[in-house]
């Protein structure tokens, strides 16, 4: 029996135990992709979009794929001198950009990984790209753990970008087909997948807010994509889908502003109005470097005016 037809037989297998979707995560994909998207494993067939179709999806794409382009060719020299490719697609699983060495080219058309493919799990069941966007997280999928026998010899290693308003916008993929390529491997390349795909995420953030302040709101792993942009009045206007998980906001679509000190927290004191004014003073002082008669003039007010404020507001010391 050839290796084909033998994984074939065990994903119809592990679909048809009933149990099996409950226990693994891999196999609740393949029934998904058996039951859900009604797929044969043994499919060899794929979809491309091309012409005219995929130049209007690049288009809508165009703010993504110039922010993204500097990380893909970053990672790609990471990773593409050990045969890797380095593939983009949208929310949808349609590949939008690739990064492959010349002579690998043939080897990536030949696997459909190349623009225009749709990699969606309802087109190729279990795969990196396609199990990465249905789950909305990072996958690995290996070899023999995709759902069609035509694409075990690759390894996919994938991990999700969200845009600013925490809708999923694409999937950053690093597919190899060497069959040497072992696991510990594997765990690097995913681990600097993850860190691009959130490279690219804090880029796309920090451009869809050009007029605002972003604060980096969270420290250590996960920071760099753990933002809020803030406006002109300390209103948070923005956040990231780390920055809405973490702070128990809108998790998608568009930000209800509200202060800044409300939503990252500070120190006990003045509210609303109050707080509101004594913040400004500060600012304000700051900005003149404790010179109060500089301040007062950048206010609009006179100096004793500026003092009285300040006494008011436990500024005067």
């Not at 380095?86 to 043939?106: H, P, S």
């Not at 690995?140 to 026998?149: G, K, P, S, V, W």
């Not at 995913?190 to 972003?214: D, H, L, M």
Request: aromatic content about 4%; overall charge neutral.
């Amino acid at each position: 029996m050839s290796q084909g037809k033998r994984h074939i037989e065990t994903v119809l297998a592990a679909v048809q135990s009933g149990r099996a979707a409950a226990r693994s995560a891999l196999a609740a994909s393949w029934w998904r992709s058996l039951e859900k998207h009604g797929l044969d494993p043994g499919r060899t067939e794929g979809v491309v979009l091309e012409g005219r179709e995929l130049a209007e999806r690049r288009a809508r794409h165009d703010h993504f794929l110039h922010v993204a382009a500097p990380k893909l060719d970053q990672l790609y020299t990471l990773v593409g001198s050990s045969g890797c490719g380095v593939v983009l697609t949208d929310a949808a699983g349609v590949i939008l950009d690739r990064r492959c060495g010349d002579g690998d080219r043939g080897v990536f058309d030949g696997w459909g990984l190349r623009n225009g493919a749709d990699w969606s799990e309802a087109r190729e069941g279990t795969n990196g790209i396609g199990t990465c966007i249905a789950e909305e997280r990072q996958v690995t999928i290996h070899r023999d753990e995709h759902f069609l026998a035509r694409n075990i010899g690759m390894s996919c290693l994938d991990a999700p970008i969200f845009g600013a308003d925490g809708q999923l916008l694409g999937a950053l993929d690093v597919s190899s087909a060497r069959a040497d390529q072992t696991a510990g491997v594997n765990r690097l390349i995913a681990a600097t997948v993850a860190q691009t795909a959130q490279a690219i995420e804090a880029e796309y953030f920090r451009a869809s807010f050009p007029g605002a302040r972003i604060v980096v709101a969270a420290e250590g792993e996960g920071a760099l994509s753990t933002l809020l942009a803030v406006d002109g009045d300390d209103l948070v206007v923005g956040a990231t889908r780390a920055a809405r998980r973490a702070f128990g906001l809108e998790p998608r679509g568009t930000l209800r502003p509200r202060p800044a000190s409300d939503v990252i927290g500070g120190e006990a004191g003045p509210r609303g109005l109050e707080r509101a004014e004594r913040a400004a003073l500060k600012r304000a002082l700051a900005r003149a470097d404790g010179n109060v008669s500089a301040a007062a003039r950048a206010l609009g007010i006179g100096r004793a005016t500026l003092y009285r404020r300040m006494k008011r507001l436990g500024l005067d010391g």
